[in-house]
Structures are given as structure tokens and as C-alpha cells.
């Protein structure tokens, strides 16, 4: 199949180069003197919008490249649970609008993935639930509709955990996605359709949604860039609520500047959800500047502080020297780095696993079965109920549903629930305590690469502890952004890993400036996953 | 609902609110502390002794039985409030629209969809709450409490469990009021939970009077018990005298009149003195009961077996709510006068009792009598027009006083075109019934029908001597001692006048002529 690919012309938009893998140990890092110079990646956002305003190319023939490499790509990865029929109808719109000379949104063209569980009018949104089989909303989610109102193009719906509840993908209750690294692994997750779609370039951004990590820890498997924003940054109206509390719609690039944009495009207030925020959403696109702009210690005097508790035992050895050479990285664009310990740190995982149970108890009530979704007949209503949601649901969800339904108990609420909330508000303070010393932390973004498919699928609990690097951000309600830092061993050419960057809450404009610079001058690899090597 | 007030009084003789009035009067004050129900009867009984009179619809051996025990009473109260739109979302609320008609993504309970609070609704909790009387929470927030129902969307209803609104507040039948709740996805509503403080049928059903005027002279909701807008739960229990602990709970539903409240609840007392009476106090379980109007008492309706467990836990899609002490204090300076300042209000204008109950009982009446009285009408004379032939003519026709043809400004001009002699006392009601059924002025009505009084004596004289002169036979009669003649004259000038003469001025020159000695 692959080797009948003809590459699109607009394939050579794409910087499709692939890492330069040796044996040992692959990590990246400025100091490596034997590694290949390549250049920095380009932003997929801004090289489509020069080529269509310069007619070097179509978005109808963007579009279609993508669409024959989804086709080529997509048996083997299974990233999306479907694939919209609009992209040339849509692309075409596009190039009209090219056509007559108007003006053209700034995602005008851009091919953009959607997590199953962010609501798209009229197209299925099941959050890879049976019990949600075949239903389509009557109404985008804010974020669609701004992505929808800026020329964006929405590809088709990606594979997830089942209601975002899980770290692999593979509680989709419809398939499984492979990793493009590795097809015999996990893409990570629950965003790991849309991460492994972005880094099989099915389609150049993707959104997703981060609970506990679903964004920022696919993305560190992916080797691309999960960008997970403040607590309220982005509307949740038409995401569908996993926990309330802790949600947010992130967004996956292959480049830093991608993964910004895309954020900038979907953030603001929105009058439809009260818990979303009011505070300006400054232009981050001035933060990107081309490597030749840098000065020589562009990020001089930046502050990072690196949280000592998430390099401790349990860490893979090679996630540790990547994170410590990216340290060294950073150190190296001028940053002073400093050691920082968060006391609470290691509370967050059981506090987070009470409280997203919790509120996923009650969020998946109203999945009953009966006004729209998978409906068991009965002659009975709570029979109805019963057979509804037993037939619906999967036994991950099911199993944090009655995590949840436990702790909210009379007699258990305040050793559990309350407790939890409590941790939560320590997590909190230790964050701004630190935040305060320091202008970013950092940390590996997973205590592992990519790990085997069914490699955890019956240990819950070890899927649970890989998890650890990212729920307290959730807790703490901040931003972050996770980037390709580094390789290790496994697979045919190496795992991606990723590096978390932790910033003040709705300071996203530090975090992508930081993460920018860094991306463009790591040097010794560029994250391409092997299958597309292959297939370009 | 004047009526129901006024018959509430005429049956029951022992309402709280009659003793309420008077001890204010005898300046007896310390509202708050009168809360329990020894220290009320006992000022019942020193102000009125006729008042405790037992009820004469239940035997003796009953009313003994009742003697040895306590009702413990508290009431839930639910008012529906009149938002234009639903509480969480901009659908339109509306009773009595079709099914489904009025809904929406978020009332559905779409997946990815969110609540957003109605600013209204906090509006009108913070309302109701001071009127009152409450401490309100400058800082509160909204829960969940779940349970699966198929009208319940979400598989959970958005309260507040632990931080009402408003709190700790009272109305002035000495009752405690707990909380104002803001409740339910959908349909606004407002909770209002007293504490079990009442002590029988008639003083829970004046509670929740009150509670519907209340709601009415806020414009928070329309208060229609048929309605569904104001709904009373009341838990009810009862203990021997002098035991400290409360007995067994039941609450009673389906109560859509105060009169059936207040019965159902002298039902569910005496049913259960019984079966304390009889050693069956076992047999008091906790359970749902429905008040049968056909049968006139409480049945079964479902037994709780143990606590239902809601799991409440904070709602996170709703920010708290924050209020501003300058937002409470803008509200509490639009708050209209209420039922009990009104009341004390026309008590001290001099109103009888009777006449303040019932101005005050219903906004609409009050408000127009106010605006009468406004206009410099007397305020006996409007209160018993109000309250005589206005109230017959409004009960016949089944109009409300908002739908009258009579504006206020008629009325003040009438009572003061009697008040001034323009017109007499009986040609007032005539034109009070014409401006009833056709409207239009009082003084067009007088120029119209040529109904302005005599008052001019040179004018009666020469109608009197006319009479006089014409009936010699009765004036001889009448001087040779058959004084009652002086009516049969008196009825004939007033016929000549056509009804205009001025009564007074007309029998003083008559009696001059019939005694003059010519």
C-alpha cells in the first residue's frame, strides 16, 4: 500500500524529515556535536496560509493530500472513529474566497482534527461510547464554531478512552490507534486519536480535551506538541463534561506556533459557559519568531524550575536524561535553572482519581438512554436505565462511575471528596508558591515512553500511576504545554518523549515563547514518525 | 384570596396572626421570642379568652386525647417564580406552553452542554430573602443532587444544599424561616424551609398565607396553588407534652388549598394522637402521605425505607455567586412595603381589624386602595366602598380589581363629592354601579343625569310649600298630633326634587312649615 503513494505536490510543504536515528541512546540536545544539523520545523498553520495567498498552491489540493494520506495511513493507525465528507466542499469554500479576493480567516484552509467528545453539528460525536453510537448534536461547541467561523476545516473525528477516561486509547469502545513510532504501541491517551493524527499529518492541528493529562501525555508519546490552557482560557460549552472541574479543550501542532494558534483561535469568554474567563487572550503570534530573529541567549534570565519530585524512582532512566538534557538546553538559551520540591506533589493522583470519578459519576448521569443514544427497550424504567447504560457504557467508565458514586456517599464524602479538595488546595498553593520563585517548571511530561498495546490494559492501576506527571496541573487549574525533547530506545527508530513546561495560570503567552525557542533550536532531531518517513 | 383569609379567621378562631396584631398593639413586643407555642396561647388566651374554645367539629374524648400531645410542624415551601426565562438557559418560561416546546440543548441535557445562572433568579431570592427577614450569604453556591427521574434530565437537579442564599430569617407569625434555597434545573424555584415551629393546622395554613402574599407583593411569582407555582410540603410529628424529642416525621403532600393544608394537618395530628392514645405509636413510620379531599384524610403514598442518599457535592460547572453588599442594598431599597407593614400601616390610620386583613390580604386591593386613599379620599369611607359593593360587585362579575372599570381617581372624587354634599349617599351608589359597568367620571355622570344635590334652602322652601300646600288634609292630620306625617312629606318634596334635595336641609324647613303657625 505505501509503496503505491504518489507524494502530493503539497507534500512538499510539510517539513517531513525524519529523525537521523543511531543505536544507543537517542536524545536530543544542543550540546551533541555529532548530530545532524536539520532545520527548525515549520509552522503548518502559517506555511498553508503563504501558500494559498501566494497561489502556489489550493486548499482543494491541500485537502486532498491530506485526505490520500489519511487513506493510506489510517488502516494501520486508526485515529479517526470517522471522516468528514465536507473537507473538499469546505476547501473549495476556501479557495472561492481566494478567488474573489476576500479575506481569509486565519485558519483559512487548515485541516483540523476533533477529539469524538467535542460536540460538531450534524456530525457524529460519540466520545468513542457505545452508548452514544450514531448521535449527532444539534449544535457546534464554542470551539468549533470560532475554528468554523476563521476558515477552519474540520477533518473528521478522532479516536479517545471512552469519556476521556483512560491514558491509551483503547477503551474506545469502536478501535484501537497505533502509534505512529510504533504500531505495536499505545498513542497514549484519551486524546490519542487526535495526537497520533497530528503526528501522521492526517491533518496539521488537532483539539483535544485534558482531565488528568489526555493532551499533554499522547502528545509526549506522539512526539508532537500537546498544549494544554488555563482552566477557563477555553469554553467547555459542547465539550462533553468527563470532570467539570478540571476539564479543558487543548490543542495538538507539530509545531509550538501551531499549537498556539490554534489556542488563540478558540480562547475568550463565552456567555454559554459561566466557568469560562473573561480575561484577554493576548496575540501570541508575535512570540514566533524565526530562529534567524533570536538573539544569542534568547530566553536570558528566564526562571525555570525543575520540580526535583518528578525525577525521582519510578521514572524511566531515559525520560530522566531527556528531561535533564533539556534542562541543560534551556540553560543554555540563558535560563536560570533551580531545583524546586512540591511537598504535595505525590497527593495529586489520589486526590485527582477521587475527584474526576466523583464528578464523572454524576456527569455520565445523563446518559440514561432515554432522550437520545443507545436505548436498551425495557418494560420497565429502571430496568430501562439498567440495560441502557450497562450495554452502553465500558467497563473502565463503568468502574469510575462507581468509584465516583462511592466517594460522593453519605459516610464517605468528606474521607474521600472532601479530603481530595482539600489536597487540591495544597496542590494550588505549592504551585503559586513556586511559580512565584520561578517563571515556568518543568517536568517529563509521562514517567515513560510509549508503552505496549495491552501492556496495562489489566492493570489499572499502573495506567493510573503513569499519570502522575500531569493531574496536579489539572488540580492547580494552570497551563502547560508538553514538546518533543528527546528520543529513547524502542521501536523501529526511536520514542518520542516529552518535555512538560508549567506555567502561571493564563500565562500560556510565556509558555509558548519558551517552548518556541526551545523547539527551534534543539538540534540532532525532528519529530517525524518513521511510518511517514516511510511513506513520503 | 381575601376570602379565604377572612373565613380562615371566621372558622378557625385561632389565628396567630389575629394575636400577632393585637399583642403589637399592646405593645407586647419581642416578635422573635415568642417562637413557641405556650408563650402564643397563653397571650391568646389573656387578650381573647373566647379564642381557645375547642373545635366543634371533633368529639371531647378527642379533643382530651389531644390535650396530652404537641404537634410539631414545618412547612417546605416551593415558589415557582415568574422569570420570563427558565433558570439555567434562555428558554422561555412558561406554564401551561405545550410539551417540549420551550427547550433547548441545555434543558435537554445534551451532551457538552452547560447551565448558566439566570441573573433574575438570584434577583428575586435575594428579594425574597430579605423580605424575610434573612441573613443573606454574600457568598454562596449551587450543588448537585442526583437521582434518576425521567423529567430530571441531567440525572441531577441543581440546588444548593448546604449555603442557602438567604438565612435564619422569620416572618412575622413568630415563625422561623431557615433558608431561601434557589432549586431545580429547568423551572426557577425557590425553596423556603421553616423550622418545625408550628403547632397546628391553622397556623401552618397562615403561614403559608403569608408566604403566598409575600411572594405576590414582590412580583416574584404569581403564588397560584392550583398552579403549581407555590406548593407547600409539611412535616408533621407529634410527641406527649413535655418530651423533648421529636416523634416520627411524615410529611404530607398534594396540598393545592391552605384550607385543605389546614385540615390535613388537624387530621394527620388527631390520627396520630390516636395511635399514641392506643399504645400504636409503631405504627407512625416515616412516609409520604396524600391529603384526599374527596375522603378528608391523609392516605399512604409511599413508605421511605431509610434515607435516600442524593450524594450532593458542589455543582462545578456554576461559578459561586457572589453578591455585593451595594447589590443587596439596591435591591432591599426597591423592596415594596409588605404585608405586615401594611397591615400595621391601616391599623394605625384607624381601620378596624377586619378591614386590615382584608385591604392588605391581597396586593392588587391593597394597592388600589392605597392609590385611593392618595387622592384624599377618607380613608373609612374608600375602605368600606372597597370592601362593600366594589368587593360584591367584583365577586359577582368574577373580575379582579385590576380589571375594574372604576380608576381610583373616580373613586376618590365620588367619595368626596358625597363627603361635600354634591351629591347625596344613594345617588353615590347608583353612579358607583354605572362607573362599575361603564366607567367614565363622576362628575361627566352628575352633569349628565343633572344629579347635583339641592342645597340651595330658598329652593327646597318653595318645593316644601308647594307640597305643604297641596296636602291640606295630611297637614291638618299632622297638627292635630300625627307627626309621623312628617316622612310621608318629606318622601314627597324629595320625590319633586327628584331625589337631589339635600336631606338634611330639606326636613329642617319642612318641620318649620308643618310647625309654623300661620
Given at each position: 500500500m505505501l509503496s503505491t503513494l504518489q507524494p502530493p505536490r503539497s507534500l512538499s510543504l510539510l517539513p517531513l524529515r525524519r529523525f537521523q536515528s543511531?543505536?544507543?541512546?537517542?536524545s536530543a540536545a544542543?550540546?551533541?556535536?555529532?548530530a545532524p544539523v536539520t532545520s527548525p520545523p515549520q509552522s503548518q498553520i502559517l506555511t498553508t496560509r503563504r501558500s494559498l495567498l501566494s497561489g502556489e498552491t489550493t486548499a482543494v489540493e491541500i485537502a486532498k493530500s491530506y485526505l490520500s494520506r489519511i487513506r493510506l495511513t489510517e488502516p494501520q493507525l486508526?485515529?479517526?472513529?470517522h471522516v468528514s465528507e465536507n473537507v473538499l466542499k469546505d476547501a473549495q469554500e476556501v479557495d472561492q474566497r481566494i478567488a474573489k479576493g476576500e479575506e481569509l480567516g486565519p485558519l483559512a484552509g487548515v485541516l483540523i482534527g476533533v477529539k469524538d467528545n467535542i460536540c460538531t453539528e450534524g456530525m457524529p460525536s460519540t466520545a468513542a461510547s457505545r452508548i452514544l453510537e450514531h448521535y449527532r448534536p444539534p449544535f457546534d461547541a464554542t470551539a468549533i464554531k470560532k475554528i468554523k467561523d476563521l476558515g477552519?476545516?474540520?477533518v473528521g473525528k478522532t479516536n479517545m478512552d471512552e469519556f476521556g477516561m483512560?491514558?491509551?486509547?483503547?477503551?474506545?469502545?469502536?478501535q484501537v490507534t497505533a502509534n505512529p513510532?510504533?504500531?505495536?504501541r499505545v498513542p497514549g491517551g484519551s486524546s490519542g486519536g487526535s495526537a497520533a493524527a497530528v503526528a501522521a499529518r492526517q491533518c496539521m492541528v488537532s483539539l483535544g480535551s485534558d482531565t488528568g493529562g489526555s493532551v499533554r501525555q499522547p502528545a509526549s508519546f506522539c512526539g508532537v506538541v500537546g498544549l494544554k490552557p488555563t482552566?477557563?482560557?477555553?469554553?467547555?460549552?459542547g465539550l462533553m463534561a468527563y470532570a467539570s472541574s478540571l476539564d479543558v479543550i487543548g490543542c495538538f501542532g507539530s509545531t509550538v506556533a501551531d499549537a498556539g494558534m490554534l489556542l488563540h483561535a478558540i480562547s475568550g469568554y463565552d456567555r454559554?459557559?459561566?466557568?469560562?474567563?473573561k480575561q484577554d487572550v493576548p496575540?501570541?503570534?508575535?512570540?514566533?519568531?524565526?530562529?534567524?530573529?533570536?538573539?544569542?541567549?534568547?530566553?536570558?534570565?528566564v526562571k525555570v524550575g525543575i520540580?526535583?519530585?518528578?525525577?525521582?524512582?519510578?521514572?524511566d532512566s531515559g525520560v530522566r536524561s531527556a528531561t535533564q538534557e533539556a534542562a541543560s538546553h534551556l540553560e543554555a538559551l540563558g535560563c536560570v535553572l533551580t531545583e524546586v520540591s512540591l511537598p504535595s506533589f505525590s497527593l495529586g493522583l489520589p486526590a485527582y482519581y477521587v475527584i474526576a470519578s466523583s464528578e464523572s459519576s454524576s456527569n455520565l448521569?445523563?446518559?440514561?438512554?432515554?432522550?437520545?443514544?443507545n436505548q436498551v427497550m425495557a418494560e420497565e424504567l429502571n430496568k430501562l436505565y439498567e440495560c441502557s447504560r450497562g450495554e452502553g457504557f465500558g467497563g473502565e467508565v463503568k468502574m469510575r462511575i462507581l468509584m465516583g458514586t462511592y466517594a460522593l456517599s453519605a459516610g464517605y464524602y468528606d474521607a474521600y471528596y472532601k479530603r481530595a479538595q482539600q489536597v487540591r488546595t495544597l496542590i494550588q498553593k505549592d504551585f503559586k508558591a513556586a511559580l512565584e520563585q520561578n517563571d515556568i517548571l518543568i517536568s517529563p511530561?509521562?514517567?515513560?515512553?510509549a508503552y505496549k498495546i495491552g501492556e496495562k490494559k489489566d492493570d489499572p492501576l499502573a495506567m493510573y500511576a503513569g499519570d502522575i506527571m500531569t493531574v496536579n496541573v489539572n488540580l492547580a487549574g494552570l497551563p502547560a504545554v508538553v514538546l518533543p525533547c528527546g528520543l529513547v530506545e524502542g521501536g523501529p527508530s526511536g520514542l518520542p518523549v516529552g518535555l512538560q513546561m508549567i506555567g502561571a495560570a493564563f500565562d500560556e503567552e510565556k509558555l509558548l515563547k519558551v517552548g518556541h525557542i526551545f523547539e527551534q533550536t534543539?538540534?540532532?532531531?525532528?519529530?517525524?514518525p518513521p511510518l511517514l518517513a516511510n511513506v513520503a | 384570596m381575601s376570602t379565604t383569609l377572612l373565613k380562615t379567621i371566621q372558622l378557625n378562631q385561632f389565628s396567630l396572626l389575629g394575636t400577632a396584631l393585637i399583642r403589637r398593639r399592646s405593645n407586647n413586643v419581642s416578635v422573635r421570642c415568642c417562637g413557641s407555642q405556650t408563650a402564643t396561647t397563653h397571650e391568646a388566651k389573656q387578650t381573647?379568652?373566647?379564642?381557645?374554645?375547642?373545635?366543634?367539629?371533633?368529639?371531647n374524648k378527642l379533643d382530651e386525647i389531644l390535650r396530652d400531645y404537641e404537634a410539631v410542624i414545618g412547612i417546605e415551601t416551593h415558589v415557582q417564580l415568574s422569570t420570563l426565562t427558565k433558570a439555567f438557559c434562555s428558554c422561555s418560561n412558561n406554564y401551561?406552553?405545550?410539551?417540549?416546546?420551550?427547550?433547548?440543548p441545555v434543558c435537554m441535557g445534551l451532551p457538552g452542554a452547560l447551565p448558566v445562572l439566570n441573573s433574575k433568579v438570584v434577583e428575586f431570592g435575594v428579594r425574597l430573602g430579605l423580605a424575610l427577614n434573612c441573613e443573606l450569604s454574600l457568598k454562596s453556591k449551587f450543588d448537585r443532587k442526583q437521582y434518576f427521574y425521567p423529567d430530571l434530565p441531567k440525572g441531577y437537579q441543581i440546588s444548593q444544599f448546604d449555603?442557602?442564599?438567604?438565612?435564619?430569617g422569620y416572618v412575622?407569625?413568630?415563625?422561623?424561616?431557615v433558608q431561601v434555597d434557589l432549586n431545580r434545573a429547568g423551572v426557577p424555584l425557590l425553596e423556603i424551609v421553616s423550622e418545625p415551629d408550628m403547632r397546628s393546622g391553622v397556623e401552618a395554613a397562615e403561614y403559608a398565607c403569608e408566604m403566598q402574599r409575600i411572594a405576590r407583593y414582590l412580583g416574584v411569582?404569581?403564588?397560584?396553588m392550583q398552579e403549581g407555582s407555590l406548593r407547600c410540603d409539611v412535616n408533621i410529628s407529634i410527641r406527649p407534652i413535655g418530651q423533648a424529642e421529636f416523634g416520627t416525621k411524615v410529611e404530607i403532600k398534594n396540598l393545592n388549598a391552605f384550607s385543605a393544608m389546614s385540615r390535613a394537618i388537624d387530621f394527620e395530628i388527631s390520627r396520630q394522637a390516636l395511635l399514641y392514645d392506643q399504645g400504636k405509636?409503631?405504627?407512625?413510620?416515616t412516609e409520604t402521605r396524600l391529603w384526599d379531599e374527596g375522603a378528608q384524610k391523609t392516605v399512604t403514598m409511599r413508605k421511605k425505607e431509610?434515607?435516600?442518599?442524593?450524594?450532593?457535592?458542589?455543582?462545578?460547572?456554576l461559578p459561586e455567586v457572589i453578591l455585593t453588599q451595594e447589590y443587596v442594598d439596591s435591591i432591599r431599597a426597591s423592596l415594596p412595603e409588605l404585608p405586615e407593614a401594611k397591615r400595621r400601616r391601616y391599623e394605625a390610620m384607624g381601620l378596624g381589624m377586619q378591614d386590615v386583613l382584608f385591604l392588605a390580604n391581597d396586593v392588587s386591593v391593597a394597592e388600589y386602595f392605597d392609590a385611593v386613599i392618595g387622592k384624599g379620599a377618607e380613608v373609612k369611607l374608600a375602605a368600606n366602598w372597597i370592601m362593600g359593593d366594589i368587593a360584591a360587585y367584583l365577586k359577582n362579575e368574577k373580575l379582579s380589581i385590576n380589571d375594574m372599570k372604576l380608576t381610583t381617581q373616580e373613586l376618590a372624587e365620588l367619595i368626596a363629592a358625597i363627603k361635600d354634599g354634591t351629591i347625596s349617599g344613594k345617588i353615590g351608589k347608583e353612579i358607583l354601579f354605572e362607573l362599575l359597568a361603564k366607567g367614565g367620571t363622576v362628575k361627566g355622570m352628575i352633569k349628565e343625569k343633572d344629579l347635583?344635590?339641592?342645597?340651595?334652602p330658598a329652593e327646597i322652601e318653595k318645593m316644601v310649600i308647594k307640597v305643604v300646600s297641596e296636602n291640606q288634609k295630611q297637614l291638618e292630620q299632622y297638627r292635630s298630633?300625627?307627626?309621623?306625617l312628617q316622612g310621608y312629606f318629606a318622601g314627597q318634596v324629595m320625590k319633586m326634587s327628584k331625589g337631589k334635595a339635600n336631606p338634611g336641609l330639606l326636613n329642617k324647613i319642612l318641620l318649620e312649615k308643618l310647625n309654623a303657625k300661620d
Open positions: 543511531s543505536k544507543h541512546i537517542v544542543s550540546s551533541s556535536s555529532t486508526k485515529c479517526f472513529l477552519g476545516i474540520v483512560g491514558s491509551t486509547t483503547e477503551a474506545s469502545a469502536f513510532w510504533d504500531l505495536t482552566y477557563g482560557r477555553v469554553s467547555r460549552f454559554f459557559d459561566s466557568t469560562s474567563s496575540e501570541f503570534q508575535s512570540q514566533f519568531l524565526s530562529v534567524d530573529h533570536f538573539e544569542c541567549k534568547p530566553l536570558k534570565g520540580i526535583c519530585e518528578t525525577l525521582e524512582d519510578g521514572v448521569s445523563r446518559y440514561d438512554g432515554v432522550r437520545y443514544g511530561a509521562a514517567p515513560s515512553a534543539l538540534k540532532g532531531s525532528s519529530f517525524v | 381573647s379568652p373566647s379564642r381557645v374554645a375547642p373545635k366543634n367539629h371533633k368529639s401551561g406552553s405545550y410539551p417540549n416546546t420551550s427547550i433547548c449555603i442557602p442564599i438567604a438565612s435564619g412575622d407569625l413568630d415563625i422561623y424561616v411569582s404569581n403564588g397560584n405509636a409503631d405504627q407512625i413510620v431509610g434515607l435516600a442518599d442524593y450524594r450532593y457535592f458542589p455543582e462545578p460547572d347635583v344635590q339641592i342645597t340651595d298630633g300625627k307627626t309621623k
